[in-house]
């Protein structure tokens, strides 16, 4: 960075001005994936600024997933976020395949359990009954990204115990290999906090805020059949979705 920083006196508070300058240098390259930043004391000498400033500044710039910083080491350019439209219904390996990123599935989990009253009901069957339950780690360019737990009929359960469920997208398999097409799914989207078992799954700090999502998928004919929860690591994934004003074809 050039020492040529200095700010001139503007309207717009100090900190925005330099978090402003340092997204800048960020999104043109200036600071690639995982270069560390210089130290406040340094950006305060290149911006004319005090180190709390400059500290304002960072701090905003982590909540919004822009840097993270690590205890003892410094403050570094985060990854570019891998994002998913919401516009259309497709397995994660589908769309971020055709996006160029490379996925591998871990299956941790893949067993038949008594139906909750919660996935009894999403699935409309009685509770207690017999579903399938498979639990997989998605990995993105070799990182974990999500955790996801699958809730489906025993019988669609039991076939997909002979699948390759590391390298497939159980949507595609549920097409192409099974017959079986699909029609809308229902999301809902929150947050919440890691325990110590999403932790270790997604290589994240115990506490840490995770992306949330239930989804149940229906058939074509309008069969609810797959009740997943699915948590992503926030710094590292995103959905995005366009929405409209009015909406299209209204008779």
Do not use: C
């Not at 074509?220 to 926030?234: M, S, T």
Request: without cysteine.
């Amino acid at each position: 960075m050039s020492v040529f920083e200095i700010i001139a006196p503007s309207p717009v508070p100090l900190y925005v001005q330099v978090k402003d300058r340092l997204r800048e240098r960020i999104l043109d390259g200036t600071y690639a994936a995982h270069a560390q930043l210089p130290s406040e004391s340094e950006l305060g000498a290149v911006f004319g600024v005090s180190r709390i400033t400059v500290r304002q500044a960072l701090s905003d710039l982590q909540r919004e997933g822009v840097i993270f910083k690590i205890a003892g080491k410094g403050t570094f350019v985060a990854k570019k976020k891998a994002a998913q439209e919401l516009t259309r219904l497709e397995g994660f390996a589908e769309a971020m395949t055709r996006k160029g990123y490379e996925i591998y599935n871990r299956v941790i989990g893949h067993r038949t359990l008594p139906a909750t009253p919660e996935v009894a009901e999403r699935l409309g069957v009685e509770p207690g009954t017999a579903v399938a339950e498979i639990r997989r780690i998605r990995h993105l360019n070799r990182e974990p990204v999500s955790l996801e737990i699958t809730y489906l009929p025993e019988t669609l359960g039991e076939r997909l115990r002979n699948e390759d469920l590391s390298n497939r997208d159980i949507f595609l398999i549920f097409e192409n290999d099974f017959g079986i097409p699909l029609g809308h799914a229902d999301l809902q989207i929150g947050a919440v906090v890691a325990d110590g078992k999403l932790a270790e799954a997604l290589q994240v700090s115990e506490g840490t805020a995770l992306l949330r999502i239930e989804r149940l998928t229906y058939t074509a004919d309008g069969k609810p059949f797959d009740f997943e929860y699915l948590y992503f690591r926030g710094e590292t994934f995103q959905y995005h979705l366009r929405i409209s004003r009015r909406p299209e074809n209204v008779a």
